[in-house]
């Protein structure tokens, strides 16, 4: 049976556990302070904000979508403040009638069609397309990915932040993770509630079987969980899925919200209704094995986010063959970014044909992932990421640096780890730790 495993990190925000890899999804440290500083801030998102028609973002492990929603996060608080004070052509509908309810609730409505709130075909569009839309807005195009439909499902119901919560203690037994929480972590980032609507949209209109999957309904109603989930999305949902029948799901999902919402959550609202009946956001979600995705596709993109399992645990996603994959479909000026300050992984990357670079958060002091870019002046130019040091490029030649190969990218992680074990006590290269003592003046 599948089963959720989630606690708040030091920031409020909500992290998960997964028993089967053994391994966090988030840091305990804060995941939304963990999205925006080491995958949001040295994205250097202002650079396409100001100069791009379109941003075309690939997230990689979408898990519960905390770098997708900081950066429609970020995008909205940034980019759209121009836009304060203004009015967003939306009015409150009034009606007794359930079929009036699929009428249009503002006075350009019949401009827009209702039936591609969200553009479906997400690998059609075409770099040189022509955008149309009523605002000086770039296009903000998303693809996530991920292998559990679950948590694809269940991401826009998380709660934002919760302000006062038991740091003393899991719903799980987990001692490693209970050590780490408890500290103090100063929450800089505030998630806006209109984020996760604009999911919420998103994912009910990619995946319409949402509503009659017994597994995902009964994750969503488990007491167990309701702390961690917000009521007001959940109670939305609900209205929906008893109505999807009379109104239709894709056409009439603007008007629900309109109707039930619009007094007590308007600004969030206002804000999420804008850009979508804009079209400034396409945000489409996929379940399906990253690798096969990337295969089939021939589009590009400005930001990566590769956000998987560690390396040990998820070898797949991290391999020379998958970052040659990647080296395809990154922008000439886009930049792929990684938590991951593995040897091996800066070691495929550059391989690969890639460039790199350490992010720094400079909050911390610490230097805390890695970047990859085809063109060698976004590193210098990025204030959040720094060339390697002698001694990281050094220790890429031992055998730490050995990278995870999966020839047709269709290799199982236990088959990976294993080939690489053999490639490794095969090899004549110095060991990391031989290295590490050796270089201990240098690494200080």
């Not at 995902?216 to 989930?229: A, T």
Request: hydrophobic content about 35%.
């Amino acid at each position: 049976m599948y089963k959720l495993y989630p606690y708040f990190t030091n920031d409020g925000s909500v992290g998960l556990f997964s028993p089967e890899a053994d391994d966090i999804y988030h840091s305990t440290y804060g995941a939304l302070s963990e999205a925006y500083e080491k995958f949001i801030l040295p994205a250097n998102v202002e650079k396409y904000l100001d100069n791009k028609k379109e941003i075309k973002i690939l997230d990689i492990c979408y898990g519960i979508g905390y770098n997708s929603k900081s950066f429609l996060n970020y995008f909205f608080e940034n980019f759209t403040q121009k836009e304060k004070g203004k009015n967003y052509n939306i009015e409150t509908i009034y009606t007794n009638n359930k079929k009036d309810k699929s009428k249009i609730f503002s006075e350009n409505i019949d401009k827009i069609d209702t039936n591609n709130i969200i553009e479906k075909n997400f690998h059609s569009f075409k770099s040189n397309e022509t955008i149309d839309t009523n605002n000086s807005f770039p296009k903000i195009f998303i693809h996530a990915i991920d292998t559990d439909k679950n948590l694809v499902y269940l991401s826009p119901f998380f709660k934002n932040k919760k302000n006062r919560f038991d740091k003393s203690g899991l719903t799980f037994d987990n001692e490693k993770i209970s050590r780490m929480l408890g500290k103090n972590t100063e929450p800089k980032y505030k998630l806006h509630k209109f984020v996760n609507l604009i999911i919420l949209l998103s994912v009910l209109e990619s995946h319409s079987e949402i509503f009659t999957d017994e597994e995902f309904n009964n994750l969503l109603n488990d007491k167990e969980n309701s702390l961690y989930f917000d009521k007001s999305i959940i109670d939305l949902y609900k209205f929906i899925k008893s109505n999807r029948y009379d109104y239709g799901v894709t056409s009439k999902i603007k008007a629900f919200l309109h109707n039930i919402y619009y007094q007590h959550i308007s600004k969030s609202y206002k804000i999420a209704l804008k850009h979508l009946t804009n079209n400034v956001i396409n945000f489409t979600t996929e379940i399906n094995d990253a690798r096969s995705v990337l295969m089939k596709s021939k589009f590009q993109y400005d930001i990566v986010f590769l956000d998987a399992f560690t390396p040990a645990k998820c070898p797949c996603l991290w391999s020379y063959e998958f970052m040659c994959e990647l080296y395809k479909h990154l922008d000439e000026n886009g930049i792929i970014l990684t938590y991951s300050n593995s040897a091996n992984i800066r070691n495929a990357f550059l391989q690969a044909g890639f460039y790199i670079g350490k992010i720094y958060n400079k909050s911390s002091n610490k230097f805390m992932g890695t970047a990859a870019v085809k063109n060698k002046n976004l590193i210098s130019e990025n204030k959040f990421i720094e060339d390697l040091s002698d001694y990281e490029i050094g220790l890429i030649n031992t055998k730490a640096g050995i990278t995870y190969k999966d020839p047709e990218l269709n290799l199982s992680n236990t088959e990976i780890i294993n080939n690489h074990k053999i490639k490794v006590d095969n090899s004549i290269l110095e060991s990391s730790s031989k290295y590490i003592k050796r270089n201990k003046i240098k690494k200080n």
